[in-house]
């Protein structure tokens, strides 16, 4: 029902382009439409830690005790895939990108969908994401858009991103 499908949704801190994580036809469709290049990777929006556990590889439950200082929150861990992770969301650099939101209006659709959507900012690839909800609907005015429309959560900016094995911290 869902599959192929693009969701125009809230996160912590600016608007959203998602689907589900395993249609790689509407992932393919985010990255034509935001004129993004096929090397860029997205970040999962996880419903929960089993999810992590199933899409990550080498993941220990000392490990799930360590997220839980960040998660649910604005971070984002980059882990190497499992091999249920699906190839489309594998980065150049054998990792995916994976999210476990504190927003309710995630949440609440991540209960709904009981699993992973795939996610990015709502702009133009290498334009500043923009907050005005009214600006990015005449934007992503495409008849396989539909829109979530809840409120932004109070984050100023995308999320910190940290590599899961390095401790690098990508994005601050």
């Not at 909800?133 to 429309?149: G, M, P, R, W």
Request: overall charge positive.
């Amino acid at each position: 029902m869902l599959s192929g499908k693009i969701l125009l949704h809230p996160t912590e801190g600016v608007w959203g382009l998602g689907c589900l994580f395993d249609s790689k036809i509407a992932a393919d469709r985010i990255t034509e439409i935001k004129l993004r290049s096929d090397s860029k990777n997205y970040i999962l929006l996880m419903p929960n830690l089993a999810w992590v556990e199933k899409l990550g590889k080498n993941i220990k439950p000392s490990n799930l005790e360590e997220f839980k200082q960040y998660w649910p929150g604005h971070t984002t861990f980059l882990f190497e895939p499992s091999k249920e992770c699906p190839g489309h969301l594998v980065s150049s650099i054998n990792r995916v990108a994976m999210r476990v939101s504190a927003h309710k209006p995630i949440l609440d659709l991540l209960d709904i969908i009981q699993k992973p959507i795939l996610s990015t900012s709502a702009n133009i690839s290498g334009k500043q994401p923009n907050i005005d909800i009214h600006s990015i609907k005449k934007l992503f005015n495409y008849t396989d858009v539909a829109q979530y429309e809840k409120p932004l959560g109070n984050q100023n900016k995308p999320s910190r991103i940290i590599d899961f094995l390095s401790k690098e911290v990508i994005r601050e």
